[in-house]
């Protein structure tokens, strides 16, 4: 299984950039998709998640009304728009698999991750 994540990079408060995640050697629409982040010196935490049709997300409470997660199935992509950048979402950013349906938040129904992808807010 592998998970490409591709969109990182540089950009200054207010503004937006858009992850996208194409997996391969799984069946995609089987999956719900998260993205997590871990920012220097703090753990992992969540930041989205989508069921594997797609018609249900999750996003914690530091993201929700400025991130949007998406999936296309057809495509086998997630894709996780961020909008109203602020220096704290500064973070390494990843985008993982899970087979559960339940428990999207936590990092440990995940079993696959694709490698980091650096995002930087300056102010």
């Known amino acids: 299984v592998q998970l490409q994540a591709s969109g990182g990079g540089l950009v200054q408060a207010g503004g937006s950039l858009r992850f996208s995640c194409a997996a391969s050697?799984?069946?995609?629409?089987?999956?719900?998709m998260g993205w997590f982040r871990q920012a220097p010196g703090k753990e992992r935490e969540f930041v989205a998640a989508i069921s594997r049709s797609g018609s249900r997300t999750y996003y914690a409470d530091s993201v929700k009304g400025r991130f949007t997660i998406s999936r296309d199935n057809a495509k086998s992509t997630v894709y996780l728009q961020m909008n109203s950048l602020k220096p704290e979402d500064t973070a390494v950013y990843y985008c993982?698999?899970?087979?559960?349906?339940?428990?999207?938040?936590?990092?440990?129904?995940?079993?696959?991750w694709g490698q980091g992808t650096q995002v930087t807010v300056s102010s």
């Open positions: 993982a698999a899970s087979y559960r349906a339940y428990g999207l938040s936590s990092p440990d129904e995940y079993g696959y």
């Open positions: 050697g799984l069946t995609f629409s089987t999956a719900a």
